[in-house]
């Protein structure tokens, strides 16, 4: 119960941060489209890399794909801060590691570079400047050329963006990934003290009163919209959750009357942790809370203690298996110089010497697997099975020795540490001591993967299988490229 408590108590800490967000600034992810700036009308369009432009939507040319929804990981760009200028940013495609950049060959903007470019005199330079017209839009002004990024309309709903001179661009609307949650496809239950459930009393409601997860009164469906949003279904009532707002905005889970707006059904789920959300209405722009009679209704203007919705996945077991990295997309960056250690050595001779040396250090490498954010953890044990790479001599990424298969944390760096003797010979001037550094260099490549995910079900201890899953991201940190240095003392 402290545990629980806590949880609370951080979520309303970061929610409160969240709401004083300002619109100065982006996030660190973002989804972008051309729409609405109501969240709960925002198009399906959002913005993704097809033949390494940026596009929207598709056409004749582009038979196999689909719109992308705003949580899709296609559609996710990182917003990544210049180091020459606070007011510029690069952009970048999350999974496939592609920086926007001016096409040379003409205004088209395209996504095809693995290493940023400040340099503002290169045409290729990756330097955009965001401006915001009102809440929820930006408009990008490409930092080479001065030009304004603008969204053309090319074939059947699909836009590409360009650069365009004296254009006074686009405004583009975005979705906050930072803050966007993706709720689980399997069925879930929700917990506020007790397990919310079907309640067939003055009108069928939403009653957190059980206390088992698995029973059919418990078992609730989310299927993800577009835009970030939800639609929740209840498995007892065979019906989706609806706000009535005739009647004291109570959360109904069937009898559905027509109130005019379908908003009325769909719910922006917000993040508090890793286990708990809370859930706002648009229809009446309010968050569901436990309240009378312990039943869910949007009647909070803020996120308080009775707002705050844990989630359970009815999943017991999660293998991440056949990751399938994608080595073309790699990029490797934050590279440093690292000094593995130092030791001394004293030539008395009256002749230069070459002269053996050893230094004894301990070489760390760790590993990151990633989805792309915003799902919830839920309490399901993850078990992944596959090899780590690393980076090793002139930035070549090759397997490591390592063979995982074992529990692991999405989003939580595995440490691997051994000691190691470099063992090598460097030339000493006569009559002299001087000091031998082993030094190389520290880097972090990152690979995007697909996976196969087998789940056991709480429910009927059943396995389900899903290939090729999208939005896998590695991360490997390790030292390569060593050299003996020698400095005079």
Not at 123 to 131: G, K, N, V
Not at 181 to 195: N, S, T, W
Not at 332 to 345: K, N
């Amino acid at each position: 119960m402290e545990l629980h408590q806590l949880r609370l108590l951080i979520g309303i800490v970061i929610t409160a941060m969240m709401q004083k967000m300002t619109s100065g600034a982006l996030p660190k992810s973002i989804a972008l489209n051309v729409g609405s700036k109501e969240i709960y009308q925002q198009a399906s369009c959002f913005y993704r890399r097809y033949d390494a432009y940026v596009v929207s939507g598709y056409d004749e040319r582009d038979p196999d794909h689909t719109p992308e929804p705003a949580h899709s990981p296609a559609s996710k760009i990182i917003v990544e801060q210049s180091t020459v200028n606070d007011k510029y940013v690069h952009l970048r495609f999350y999974i496939n590691n592609k920086y926007w950049h001016k096409n040379t060959r003409d205004n088209r903007i395209v996504a095809s570079l693995n290493q940023p470019i400040e340099d503002t005199t290169d045409p290729s330079c990756t330097l955009f400047e965001p401006a915001f017209p009102s809440q929820n839009e930006v408009y990008f002004t490409h930092v080479q050329t001065g030009w304004r990024v603008i969204a053309k309309a090319e074939g059947h709903r699909r836009y590409t963006l360009y650069v365009e001179e004296n254009s006074s661009g686009t405004n583009l609307v975005f979705v906050d990934r930072e803050t966007l949650v993706i709720l689980p496809e399997h069925p879930i239950a929700f917990i506020h003290g007790k397990y919310l459930k079907a309640y067939d009393v003055n009108g069928k409601r939403l009653q957190f009163g059980s206390d088992k997860a698995t029973d059919k009164e418990s078992l609730h469906s989310a299927s993800m919209k577009s835009n970030g949003m939800v639609i929740i279904s209840s498995h007892y009532f065979d019906y989706f959750w609806w706000v009535n707002t005739k009647d004291s905005n109570w959360v109904y889970g069937g009898d559905y009357t027509t109130q005019g707006s379908s908003v009325v059904q769909i719910f922006k789920p917000v993040k508090i942790d890793e286990y708990a959300i809370a859930l706002l209405n648009p229809s009446v722009n309010k968050y569901c809370v436990r309240s009378t009679d312990n039943c869910l209704a949007a009647t909070s203007d803020t996120i308080t203690s009775e707002a705050i919705i844990f989630v359970d996945e009815l999943v017991t077991e999660r293998q991440i298996l056949n990751l399938n990295y994608a080595l073309r997309d790699q990029r490797i960056y934050g590279e440093t110089p690292f000094i593995a250690g130092t030791t001394t050595l004293t030539n008395s001779a009256p002749v230069d010497l070459i002269m053996p040396v050893e230094i004894t250090y301990i070489d760390e490498k760790s590993y990151t697997f990633s989805r792309g954010g915003g799902r919830l953890n839920a309490g399901v044990k993850h078990t992944i099975s596959t090899t780590p790479w690393f980076i090793s001599i002139g930035k070549v990424i090759i397997p490591g020795a390592i063979i995982i298969n074992e529990e692991f944390e999405w989003d939580k760096a595995d440490t691997a540490a051994n000691e190691v003797t470099a063992v090598g010979t460097v030339s000493v001037p006569k009559n002299s001591t001087v000091t031998v550094s082993y030094v190389g260099t520290k880097g972090i490549c990152s690979i995007p993967f697909t996976y196969t995910k087998a789940d056991k079900s709480a429910i009927d201890g059943k396995t389900s299988f899903e290939n090729s899953v999208r939005g896998g991201m590695y991360e490997g940190v390790s030292y390569y490229n060593f050299r003996f240095q020698v400095d005079n003392n």
